[in-house]
């Protein structure tokens, strides 16, 4: 697409479409309006509806500048069937010159019921002649920045319309198949983009203004279509790589299923399935499993190990934190040392926390594949660890790693020729539709129920000034024999945020509860100190943990079913969800108080509803997306994915089920239209993503 310096504008208006996002024509063309106002039409006075943009015209019959209750304009317009007030708050010297009586003017604004009789407040008012022409098409209002007004954009838009129609028009030629665009019902690309820009004075004004007009729907349509193209290239292109194929033997996954205290939920059979199927495949695996927290995810990666292992290929977990990282070793060795060690087979920790010898013995065992297992944070992934021959990848709470550090996991295969499978696990659930958008180049698994007998944690909002209640409670659940966290946002104090730290927490606790074990776990702390303290705390040495948002992730801890969280109107709701599940673990009903700190922020209010009223973090992630939009809620996903501007994911469910079927039809049938439409909407500014 040509860009913007081609086509003739100043300078200062060029940078101020790119601070629009414009930066090509097409971009120009794609700048849809934002409403549009009606000047095809003039209403008589006396008829005029109230509390609607219209026009009238009509002869200024007095003009003055009256100074009570303020200074103002007010003039009285007059047009035979009745008369109407104009009233400026602020205007020139020149306006009042403009505006003398015997003029003739054309107002459009919003007609209200005022002091003196119906008025307008700050219309557009213009200066014209008898019969002056009206408009032939509704008047497009634009999306501006400052300096640059709705005006501008509308003639420049015109003017390359215009242009693009004369010259047999490039950038507005149909890249798709009409049969396909018959069956959608969908109009032509290039009328579309015109009606939206200039849609006819009798154009149905509800369907334009929510966006359901057929025209909207061909531009969300395409977008959602170009979206997912460039995705579907991506997993197409990942599947033809060769990945190891490891069969489901049944042995060892049988024996780690036969030694468990519980049985699968039917939602873990399912994944489980989903999995063994793709590992045996030919091409890498490349699934995400999306399960609420606490649904039971790591078992299920140990199938998956277990599986890798029986085809002689190692696999490699690599979690967010230390914290997490230690717990999954201490975990899956319990469950799959004794599978491993009878072949002579170990599981290797690397971590932070290690001494250098002990860390050499745990790379060369990795490297001479005595290590079938390795597990760490992403350290698992530098360039000193070498794996003999990698099978599996699996990625715990996929979310909190970047783009980069899921790429270099791949190139840690056995072999230049062997791509390792990939299993990413996330317990930030995404909404469906989210997910068949932006996550439209993984295959994705779901863990759709809880284990049993979870009975749903009991949340209570306290507001700070009652502090005092929530202390003895967690007195009393502790003398009773249980363990609670106390969660405080940060651990230095910070004036700004006035938020309790962790350490004066600690501080003050210990004085108040003298009796209780109470233990301290924070970022900052020396590696070994946070792994002891959290052994204590799960052999139930320490009675209250305070710690900060360090555990948010994956701790697993059964015997803990109460949790305070301080300021818990600072928090977003993945992250309230998140800690939430650390408590009732256990069959064991768990409780959770959330501290708040008034006065909240409607928005602040609104999360804390949100978390408060829901457990199932579904509905939570559904809200979350509400009160945040996609861009913010996908977060670091976000880099790559092509993000939407026109389709609303809730309201145009119907187009991208559409669009989902069409991408995979073009790719197949029809990949010079599927190559024209990528270059169309996604060009050079397309960004693949590579993991
Ligand atoms: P997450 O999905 O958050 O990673 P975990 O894998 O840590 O959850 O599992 C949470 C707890 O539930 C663990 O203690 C685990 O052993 C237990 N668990 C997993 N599956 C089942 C099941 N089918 N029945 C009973 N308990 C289970
Ligand atoms: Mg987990």
């Given at each position: 697409m040509p860009p913007l310096t081609q086509f003739p504008i100043s300078k200062v208006v060029e940078e101020k479409l790119i601070k629009l996002g414009i930066t090509d024509e097409f971009d120009l063309l794609m700048h849809l309006p934002l409403r549009y106002e009606d000047e095809t039409h003039l209403y008589p006075i006396n008829d005029v509806p109230l509390s609607r943009i219209v026009q009238i015209e009509g002869i200024i019959c007095r003009s003055e500048i009256i100074y009570r209750p303020r200074r103002q304009l007010v003039c009285q317009v007059e047009d035979g069937s009745g008369v109407l007030f104009m009233r400026f708050l602020n205007f020139y010297g020149s306006q009042v010159k403009?505006?003398?009586?015997?003029?003739?003017?054309?107002?459009?604004?919003?007609?209200?019921?005022?002091?003196?009789?119906?008025?307008?407040?700050?219309?557009?008012?213009?200066?014209?002649?008898?019969?002056?022409?009206?408009?032939?098409?509704?008047?497009?209002?634009?999306?501006?920045?400052?300096?640059?007004?709705?005006?501008?954009?509308?003639?420049?838009?015109?003017?390359?319309?215009?242009r693009t129609l004369s010259n047999g028009d490039p950038h507005l030629a149909e890249t798709l198949p009409d049969p396909i665009l018959e069956r959608l019902e969908l109009p032509g690309f290039r009328n579309s983009v015109i009606f939206l820009?200039?849609?006819?004075?009798?154009?149905?004004?509800?369907?334009?203004?929510?966006?359901?007009?057929?025209?909207?729907?061909?531009?969300?349509?395409?977008?959602?279509?170009?979206?997912?193209?460039?995705?579907?290239?991506?997993?197409?292109?990942?599947?033809?790589?060769?990945?190891?194929?490891?069969?489901?033997?049944?042995?060892?996954?049988?024996?780690?299923?036969?030694?468990?205290?519980?049985?699968?939920?039917?939602?873990?059979?399912?994944?489980?399935?989903?999995?063994?199927?793709?590992?045996?495949?030919?091409?890498?695996?490349?699934?995400?499993?999306?399960?609420?927290?606490a649904s039971g995810k790591t078992v299920v990666a140990a199938l998956a190990v277990l599986?890798?292992?029986?085809?002689?290929?190692?696999?490699?977990?690599?979690?967010?934190?230390?914290?997490?990282?230690?717990?999954?070793?201490?975990?899956?060795?319990?469950?799959?040392?004794?599978?491993?060690?009878?072949?002579?087979?170990?599981?290797?920790?690397?971590?932070?926390?290690?001494?250098?010898?002990?860390?050499?013995?745990?790379?060369?065992?990795?490297?001479?594949?005595?290590?079938?297992?390795?597990?760490?944070?992403?350290?698992?992934?530098?360039?000193?660890?070498?794996?003999?021959?990698?099978?599996?990848?699996?990625?715990?709470?996929?979310?909190?790693?970047?783009?980069?550090?899921?790429?270099?996991?791949?190139?840690?295969?056995?072999?230049?020729?062997?791509?390792?499978?990939?299993?990413?696990?996330?317990?930030?659930?995404?909404?469906?539709?989210?997910?068949?958008?932006?996550?439209?180049?993984?295959?994705?698994?779901?863990?759709?129920?809880?284990?049993?007998?979870?009975?749903?944690?009991?949340?209570?909002?306290?507001?700070?000034?009652?502090?005092?209640?929530?202390?003895?409670?967690?007195?009393?659940?502790?003398?009773?024999?249980?363990?609670?966290?106390?969660?405080?946002?940060?651990?230095?104090?910070?004036?700004?945020?006035?938020?309790?730290?962790?350490?004066?927490?600690?501080?003050?606790?210990?004085?108040t509860f003298p009796d209780l074990k109470i233990g301290l776990v924070h970022g900052r702390l020396p590696l070994r100190e946070k792994s002891a303290v959290m052994e204590s705390f799960t052999r139930g040495e320490i009675q209250l943990l305070v710690a900060t948002t360090v555990i948010e992730v994956g701790v697993d801890v059964p015997n803990a079913s109460l949790m305070v969280i301080e300021h818990a109107e600072r928090m977003g709701l993945a992250q309230l969800h998140q800690l939430r599940g650390r408590v009732g673990r256990s069959g064991a009903s768990g409780t959770c108080i959330l501290l708040y700190q008034k006065p909240l922020s409607e928005n602040a209010r609104e999360r804390l509803k949100v978390i408060f009223e829901h457990t199932d973090g579904f509905e939570i992630a559904r809200q979350d997306l509400r009160l945040r939009g996609p861009g913010e809620f996908l977060g670091s996903r976000q880099s790559g994915v092509p993000m939407l501007r026109f389709a609303d994911l809730e309201q145009d469910m119907d187009l991208l089920d559409a669009a989902r079927a069409v991408a995979e039809d073009l790719l197949c049938n029809h990949p010079e239209a599927a190559r024209k439409h990528l270059e169309r909407w996604l060009g050079r500014k397309s960004e693949y993503l590579q993991v």
């Amino acid at each position: 697409m040509p860009p913007l310096t081609q086509f003739p504008i100043s300078k200062v208006v060029e940078e101020k479409l790119i601070k629009l996002g414009i930066t090509d024509e097409f971009d120009l063309l794609m700048h849809l309006p934002l409403r549009y106002e009606d000047e095809t039409h003039l209403y008589p006075i006396n008829d005029v509806p109230l509390s609607r943009i219209v026009q009238i015209e009509g002869i200024i019959c007095r003009s003055e500048i009256i100074y009570r209750p303020r200074r103002q304009l007010v003039c009285q317009v007059e047009d035979g069937s009745g008369v109407l007030f104009m009233r400026f708050l602020n205007f020139y010297g020149s306006q009042v010159k403009a505006y003398s009586p015997g003029t003739r003017v054309r107002l459009l604004g919003e007609a209200r019921p005022g002091f003196f009789g119906t008025e307008m407040v700050h219309p557009k008012c213009r200066v014209v002649r008898e019969q002056e022409p009206l408009a032939d098409a509704l008047t497009p209002v634009y999306s501006t920045t400052a300096g640059l007004s709705s005006e501008t954009i509308r003639k420049l838009i015109r003017g390359m319309l215009g242009r693009t129609l004369s010259n047999g028009d490039p950038h507005l030629a149909e890249t798709l198949p009409d049969p396909i665009l018959e069956r959608l019902e969908l109009p032509g690309f290039r009328n579309s983009v015109i009606f939206l820009h200039q849609p006819s004075a009798d154009a149905p004004a509800a369907l334009l203004e929510r966006r359901t007009h057929p025209a909207w729907r061909r531009i969300k349509f395409d977008e959602l279509l170009a979206q997912q193209l460039s995705m579907r290239m991506h997993y197409r292109r990942r599947r033809s790589g060769s990945a190891p194929v490891l069969l489901a033997r049944n042995q060892l996954t049988n024996m780690l299923l036969e030694s468990l205290p519980f049985e699968l939920t039917g939602g873990q059979k399912k994944v489980v399935f989903e999995i063994s199927r793709d590992l045996a495949a030919t091409h890498p695996m490349q699934r995400l499993l999306q399960g609420d927290v606490a649904s039971g995810k790591t078992v299920v990666a140990a199938l998956a190990v277990l599986q890798a292992v029986e085809n002689n290929y190692q696999a490699a977990l690599m979690a967010p934190t230390e914290i997490l990282s230690e717990q999954h070793y201490q975990k899956l060795s319990a469950w799959l040392a004794p599978l491993l060690a009878p072949l002579g087979a170990t599981i290797a920790w690397v971590s932070g926390n290690q001494k250098k010898k002990q860390r050499e013995i745990m790379l060369a065992n990795i490297a001479e594949g005595r290590a079938m297992l390795a597990i760490g944070t992403h350290a698992l992934f530098q360039e000193q660890v070498e794996f003999n021959k990698l099978g599996l990848v699996i990625i715990d709470e996929q979310h909190r790693f970047g783009v980069h550090q899921r790429l270099s996991l791949r190139k840690k295969g056995s072999g230049a020729f062997e791509t390792p499978h990939q299993l990413m696990m996330s317990a930030t659930p995404i909404p469906r539709t989210l997910s068949m958008s932006y996550y439209a180049d993984l295959d994705v698994s779901v863990i759709d129920e809880m284990p049993p007998g979870r009975i749903p944690v009991v949340t209570r909002l306290v507001a700070d000034i009652r502090r005092d209640e929530v202390t003895s409670r967690v007195q009393d659940a502790c003398r009773a024999g249980k363990q609670a966290y106390w969660v405080c946002p940060l651990i230095e104090e910070s004036e700004a945020l006035q938020l309790k730290t962790a350490l004066e927490t600690r501080e003050r606790l210990s004085l108040t509860f003298p009796d209780l074990k109470i233990g301290l776990v924070h970022g900052r702390l020396p590696l070994r100190e946070k792994s002891a303290v959290m052994e204590s705390f799960t052999r139930g040495e320490i009675q209250l943990l305070v710690a900060t948002t360090v555990i948010e992730v994956g701790v697993d801890v059964p015997n803990a079913s109460l949790m305070v969280i301080e300021h818990a109107e600072r928090m977003g709701l993945a992250q309230l969800h998140q800690l939430r599940g650390r408590v009732g673990r256990s069959g064991a009903s768990g409780t959770c108080i959330l501290l708040y700190q008034k006065p909240l922020s409607e928005n602040a209010r609104e999360r804390l509803k949100v978390i408060f009223e829901h457990t199932d973090g579904f509905e939570i992630a559904r809200q979350d997306l509400r009160l945040r939009g996609p861009g913010e809620f996908l977060g670091s996903r976000q880099s790559g994915v092509p993000m939407l501007r026109f389709a609303d994911l809730e309201q145009d469910m119907d187009l991208l089920d559409a669009a989902r079927a069409v991408a995979e039809d073009l790719l197949c049938n029809h990949p010079e239209a599927a190559r024209k439409h990528l270059e169309r909407w996604l060009g050079r500014k397309s960004e693949y993503l590579q993991v």
